[in-house]
């Protein structure tokens, strides 16, 4: 079954048409993959999927609802959640109220109690549930560091913390690994691969194809704001025209 | 758990004990302007809710400091028989109204100088409108307004005295403090410093940007009445003077000079600034010169404010000591 | 009644010419340093108080009246160089909200240094003679109106041919634009910044100058105008010469009209006009190319 469909997708800045009308449909527990060159419309295609900008043409709904005229925190209260390409923090304050803050909309959103209305601190539960989600990210032991002040790894492993809170059915990510170390890299993939056996739907874009054929059931090429091709890893790697628009001489052989 | 911690609560405590020894020790005149430091102060607070949590800088606050004070002025002037409480109870209520109005014209499209431009225009145009409304008597404003007496039936409150009438400021201010010290330390405060520091951010957490500065504003309007409910009485006289653009700077100066970044940043601001127009009164042009000085100088240098520079030497405070304690245990 | 409209039509021109004045320094500056000036209409009640401090209460000739502009024009634009150096120029890393409030810290510091400086007398000073007669084309104008007209018109097509046509004024848009390339491509970018924003600060001066006659000049000469300056550059698009020019003769029409239709109620119409296009058109008549 199709959780998130988007049909016919187009988009113009002033006379620059980023997106032709893209159709895609992405299927519940699925990890759907966005690739292409620079400048493909990748980041665009994305932006109006999660709400952010609104195509002149073309229709997005999500679980079978109609979502293309709702703003985005209306569709993030619906399970979208979402990553940016650099990751975007509350960097004044620190790392755990970062993730008290995500829980705690997850919470009024859903109409749960947060806790005695008069008592200013995050209930206790509220408390260990951002606990734990900063240990399974691996900044357990700096939650009272400020955000602002963590490397470029640590706020993508922050924001993941932040967005994983709000519970999402579909993760919309832009880039998880851009400028990360291998290292790190790794590790995202492996947390990524967790998230997937848990059934979560993914959408990325991303550059390293070493952690898309890792993760991607299928792939979507955009080159010039049209869909060139789509289908499994496989399948796209051996397409011709992919090796020619994309992947070129530097990738087609690995 | 450090040393420093025990300091703010002995600052606040100290600070109120001077507030409530004040009538006994200082006279007439400077006890009015202490009234008027806290009424400024919690105008200042409720501009900086709005800058400090919802990222919006509005260059037209007096205009609900104005219109609270015109409401109860307009009440005491023409003998409408309204209990004092709830005559000011109505023009706190007034000042939501309006702001909330306000706020949803304007939080539609504009931002930053759109922003300014127009919370601007609409407070001169308010401005304009009672300027020209004999009921409130046009450019002169409403003076000679009557103190009130406050009857609970089983005692009564004679606000005519000036110190019972201080020290009713006091209680009003005490209580807008902690409340508003409440409100953002808590939940919504939190989501509030989100939305200020990354909206776009913050709707993705599925916060509804736009309702939560609605609300902020409207807020933020409120209070701006209640204290203008309170200074009307208080210097017995309204005018127009009090929605000008120069009033509406007050709020920003207070909390630029106390620092936008602490909560207590506006209310430090607003009794500096009392207190440098009070030791510049004699000396026409001092005071503006002396303010707009230091506030260039906070800007440029201390863009925390003077909060922020007692935050900062708070911070290296404890970072000697953790050193020194790091020696030791070596 | 034609005639009264005549009139508060002429009136409008007039006053739209003056506002435009005020308001083209404060677009230039905006355009150069992406600076919305609070401090603008204490730069121009500066220059006013200068030209009035050189001429007196009655200037001996029209000369006399535009060299003592002209001495304004050069002190505010050195004053508004030193600004731009010690203040704004620090400021540019900082959040824009800092700027505008230093912008404002700048006016308070203004408009006390004047008042300790000049008094808080009203002072008035009357047209060179030559300028001080009316004329009677149907309806009466003062040759001295003519004068601000042809003054805004002057400065107007000025403005123009330079910043679009001539050698400098593509540097300085260049230079506003992209400081970065501007600089690689060799641009002393710091100096031509220099020179323009002191050009910017000059003009409030030089209005200031030219339109001390027929007021009563106090210290809410300065806020007035201003108020009026600030709508039209916001309903003009910040930056545009041409928007500035064409909202100040629709601010200064309405005024007019506005005190002729609607004469309890003066001052309203134009922020009403204001307030409909920020909401309409945030971005204003005449938009920027960015």
Same mark, same amino acid.
């Given at each position: 079954m199709s959780v998130l469909v988007a049909k016919g997708i187009r988009k113009t800045y002033g006379s620059l048409e980023v997106l032709k009308g893209v159709d895609l449909s992405v299927g519940a527990g699925e990890t759907f993959a966005i690739i292409g060159p620079n400048g493909a419309g990748k980041t665009t295609l994305f932006k109006v999927l999660t709400g952010e900008v609104s195509a002149q043409g073309g229709s997005v709904s999500f679980d079978g609802k109609d979502v293309t005229r709702l703003p985005a925190f209306v569709r993030a209260r619906m399970g979208f959640g979402r990553t940016f390409q650099v990751a975007r923090v509350f960097g004044e304050l620190s790392i755990f109220t970062n993730v008290v803050l995500a829980i705690e909309a997850r919470k009024v959103n859903g109409g749960e109690s947060c806790g005695r209305w008069w008592d200013w601190r995050p209930s206790a539960d509220t408390?260990?549930?951002?606990?734990?989600?900063?240990?399974?990210?691996?900044?357990?032991?700096?939650?009272?560091?400020?955000?602002?002040?963590?490397?470029?790894?640590?706020?993508?492993?922050?924001?993941?913390?932040?967005?994983?809170?709000?519970?999402?059915?579909?993760?919309?990510?832009?880039?998880?690994?851009?400028?990360?170390?291998?290292?790190?890299?790794?590790?995202?993939?492996?947390?990524?691969?967790?998230?997937?056996?848990?059934?979560?739907?993914?959408i990325m874009t991303e550059h390293d194809m070493d952690v898309i054929f890792d993760l991607a059931d299928r792939l979507m090429v955009l080159n010039y704001g049209a869909v060139v091709s789509q289908g499994d890893p496989v399948t796209v790697r051996e397409d011709e025209m992919v090796k020619q628009v994309y992947l070129g001489k530097g990738v087609g052989h690995a | 758990?450090?040393?420093?911690? #025990?300091?703010?609560?002995?600052?606040?405590?100290?600070?109120?004990?001077?507030?409530?020894?004040?009538?006994?020790?200082?006279?007439?005149?400077?006890?009015?302007?202490?009234?008027?430091?806290?009424?400024?102060?919690?105008?200042?607070?409720?501009?900086?809710?709005?800058?400090?949590?919802?990222?919006?800088?509005?260059?037209?606050?007096?205009?609900?400091?104005?219109?609270?004070?015109?409401?109860?002025?307009?009440?005491?002037?023409?003998?409408?028989?309204?209990?004092?409480?709830?005559?000011?109870?109505?023009?706190t209520a007034i000042g939501a109204v309006v702001a909330f109005v306000v706020a949803l014209i304007v939080l539609q499209r504009a931002a930053g100088i759109q922003l300014a431009v127009l919370t601007l225009a609409l407070s001169q145009l308010v401005l304009l409108f009672v300027s020209y409304t004999d009921f409130l008597g046009r450019d002169d404003g409403l003076s000679g307004l009557a103190r009130p007496v406050l009857d609970f039936g089983f005692f009564t409150l004679d606000l005519r005295s000036p110190t019972a009438f201080y020290y009713f400021i006091m209680v009003a201010f005490a209580l807008v403090t902690a409340g508003l010290l409440w409100f953002v330390s808590g939940r919504f405060g939190r989501v509030l410093l989100a939305v200020r520091i990354d909206s776009e951010r913050a709707a993705f957490l599925g916060v509804d940007v736009r309702r939560k500065r609605i609300f902020v504003f409207t807020l933020a309007g409120a209070i701006a009445s209640f204290a203008g409910a309170l200074a009307a009485p208080w210097a017995q006289i309204i005018s127009t003077?009090?929605?000008?653009?120069?009033?509406?700077?007050?709020?920003?100066?207070?909390?630029?000079? +106390?620092?936008?970044?602490?909560?207590?940043?506006?209310?430090?601001?607003?009794?500096?600034?009392?207190?440098?127009?009070?030791?510049?009164?004699?000396?026409?042009?001092?005071?503006? #010169?002396?303010?707009?000085?230091?506030?260039?100088?906070?800007?440029?240098?201390?863009?925390?404010?003077?909060? +922020?520079?007692?935050?900062?030497?708070?911070?290296?405070?404890?970072?000697?000591?953790?050193?020194?304690?790091?020696?030791?245990?070596? | 009644m034609t005639a009264q409209i005549a009139f508060a039509a002429a009136n409008g021109i007039v006053l739209g010419m003056a506002v435009f004045l005020v308001a083209a320094g404060l677009t230039l500056v905006f355009g150069i340093l992406k600076v919305f000036n609070f401090a603008h209409g204490s730069f121009f009640m500066i220059g006013a108080y200068i030209a009035h401090a050189?001429?007196?209460?009655?200037?001996?000739? $029209?000369?006399?009246?535009?060299?003592?502009?002209?001495?304004?024009?050069?002190?505010? *634009?050195?004053? =508004?160089?030193?600004t731009d150096t010690?203040?704004?120029?620090?400021?540019?890393?900082?959040?824009?909200?800092?700027?505008?409030?230093?912008?404002?810290?700048?006016?308070?510091?203004?408009?006390?240094?004047?008042?300790?400086?000049?008094?808080?007398?009203?002072?008035?000073?009357?047209?060179?003679?030559?300028?001080?007669?009316?004329?009677?084309?149907?309806?009466?104008?003062?040759?001295?109106?003519?004068?601000?007209?042809?003054?805004?018109?002057?400065?107007?097509?000025?403005?123009?041919?330079?910043?679009?046509?001539?050698?400098?004024?593509?540097?300085?848009?260049?230079?506003?634009?992209?400081?970065?390339?501007? =600089?690689?491509?060799?641009?002393?970018?710091?100096? $031509?910044?220099?020179?323009?924003? =002191?050009?910017?600060?000059?003009?409030?001066?030089?209005?200031? =100058?030219?339109?001390?006659?027929?007021?009563?000049?106090?210290?809410?000469? *300065?806020?007035?105008?201003?108020l009026l300056a600030f709508n039209s550059v916001i309903v003009g698009g910040?930056?545009?010469?041409?928007?500035?020019?064409?909202?100040?003769?629709?601010?200064?029409?309405? %005024?007019?009209?506005?005190?002729?239709?609607?004469?309890?109620?003066?001052?309203?119409?134009?922020?009403?006009? $204001?307030?409909?296009?920020?909401?309409?058109?945030?971005?204003?008549?005449?938009? %920027?190319?960015?």
């Open positions: 408390s260990d549930e951002a606990r734990s989600l900063l240990e399974s990210v691996g900044l357990g032991r700096q939650g009272d560091e400020e955000a602002g002040l963590l490397s470029h790894g640590d706020k993508k492993r922050l924001e993941f913390a932040v967005t994983l809170a709000g519970k999402p059915r579909i993760l919309m990510l832009d880039e998880p690994t851009a400028g990360m170390s291998a290292a790190d890299r790794k590790s995202t993939t492996n947390l990524l691969r967790d998230l997937k056996a848990k059934g979560i739907t993914i | 758990m450090n040393g420093s911690s #025990f300091m703010r609560p002995a600052v606040i405590l100290l600070f109120v004990a001077a507030l409530a020894a004040a009538p006994f020790a200082v006279n007439q005149g400077l006890l009015f302007l202490i009234g008027i430091a806290m009424l400024q102060a919690m105008f200042a607070l409720s501009w900086n809710l709005m800058f400090r949590y919802a990222g919006l800088a509005s260059f037209g606050h007096a205009m609900f400091y104005g219109i609270g004070g015109y409401a109860v002025a307009a009440i005491i002037f023409h003998g409408f028989p309204l209990p004092f409480l709830l005559a000011i109870l109505l023009s003077d009090s929605m000008s653009w120069f009033n509406s700077a007050q709020p920003m100066l207070a909390t630029l000079l +106390g620092g936008a970044g602490s909560y207590w940043g506006p209310v430090i601001g607003a009794f500096g600034l009392i207190l440098v127009n009070y030791f510049t009164r004699t000396f026409v042009g001092l005071s503006e #010169f002396m303010v707009g000085g230091i506030l260039l100088f906070v800007v440029l240098l201390a863009p925390s404010g003077i909060a +922020g520079f007692f935050e900062m030497l708070r911070r290296m405070r404890n970072r000697t000591r953790t050193a020194s304690a790091r020696e030791h245990n070596q | 050189i001429t007196g209460q009655d200037p001996s000739s $029209l000369p006399y009246f535009l060299f003592a502009a002209f001495v304004a024009a050069l002190a505010v *634009g050195a004053m =508004g160089i030193a010690l203040v704004l120029r620090r400021l540019s890393s900082v959040a824009n909200d800092y700027t505008l409030i230093a912008t404002f810290a700048i006016l308070l510091l203004c408009d006390g240094a004047t008042k300790m400086v000049f008094g808080q007398d009203i002072y008035a000073v009357y047209p060179p003679a030559v300028l001080d007669q009316t004329m009677d084309v149907g309806i009466l104008l003062t040759y001295y109106s003519v004068f601000i007209v042809a003054c805004g018109i002057i400065v107007f097509v000025l403005l123009e041919l330079g910043l679009n046509r001539l050698w400098f004024g593509k540097l300085v848009q260049t230079v506003a634009r992209d400081p970065w390339m501007a =600089g690689v491509i060799g641009l002393r970018v710091q100096r $031509l910044k220099l020179v323009s924003v =002191g050009v910017s600060f000059a003009l409030a001066g030089l209005a200031g =100058g030219l339109l001390v006659a027929n007021q009563s000049l106090s210290l809410s000469l *300065g806020h007035s105008y201003l910040l930056g545009s010469i041409r928007g500035a020019f064409v909202a100040a003769l629709i601010f200064g029409l309405f %005024e007019s009209f506005n005190s002729l239709l609607l004469p309890s109620m003066p001052g309203t119409v134009s922020y009403m006009v $204001l307030i409909a296009v920020i909401l309409l058109k945030p971005e204003g008549l005449f938009p %920027e190319r960015t």
